[in-house]
């Protein structure tokens, strides 16, 4: 997994007034825990900003006034009409211990289907998996080549070694769907082969009726 870095400041208050008044200074508050102990500090909004809305999954060497932990993300709390990040929550990785992230779900190669007029539809943009840190990988690939219009890629489908996905194996990651662009291509082939076949049938009756004439 990729790696970032990142300081912050421990909070000397913890509060509401404390955690507005940081937010007034672009600031935001949050909280690293994950070995029975929590820390609360408090990052730089845009450079925090930079890594959450990036569509890969970084593991953070987070320094707090000169300690340097390695953690992830684990949960991002959002403004509900700005949209600017109000808290975060930094678990701390540990050496033996399982972690829970949600890893990029990416498609590999061309359906089959989509080369014929289909449309590959994707189900899910990230897919939740645990395992240990040094396991995982910086994404969850499938391959879809194999795909044809009416096929679909299901969780049980994917073999991700060294981690678990925390979702059950029915439920569906892709789907090959058929467009009009399909169904029209569809119909002018079967419209080919009906007239094809008219055509041999006429040339069989100019042959019965040429042996009628002898």
Do not use: W
């Amino acid at each position: 997994m990729k790696s970032a870095s990142l300081s912050g400041s421990l909070r000397g208050n913890v509060g509401k007034k404390d955690a507005s008044s940081l937010r007034k200074s672009g600031q935001v508050p949050g909280v690293l825990y994950g070995d029975g102990n929590q820390t609360h500090f408090s990052v730089n909004e845009i450079k925090l900003s930079k890594l959450v809305v990036n569509p890969d999954v970084f593991a953070i060497d987070m320094d707090i006034d000169g300690t340097v932990t390695k953690c992830i993300i684990q949960e991002v709390q959002f403004h509900p009409v700005t949209d600017r990040i109000v808290h975060i929550d930094l678990l701390k990785i540990i050496e033996g211990k399982p972690v829970r992230v949600n890893l990029p779900l990416r498609s590999q190669g061309t359906a089959a289907g989509v080369i014929a007029g289909g449309r590959m539809e994707t189900l899910f943009r990230r897919v939740p998996v645990q395992g240990l840190f040094e396991n995982l990988p910086d994404a969850i690939n499938a391959d879809v080549t194999a795909l044809n219009i009416g096929d679909n890629l299901r969780v049980s489908d994917l073999n991700i070694e060294g981690c678990n996905i925390l979702l059950n194996e029915s439920v569906l990651l892709f789907a090959c769907k058929r467009t009009r662009a399909a169904m029209s291509l569809d119909s002018e082939t079967e419209g080919d082969a009906e007239g094809a076949e008219g055509e041999e049938g006429a040339e069989g009756g100019e042959v019965a009726a040429e042996g009628g004439e002898e």
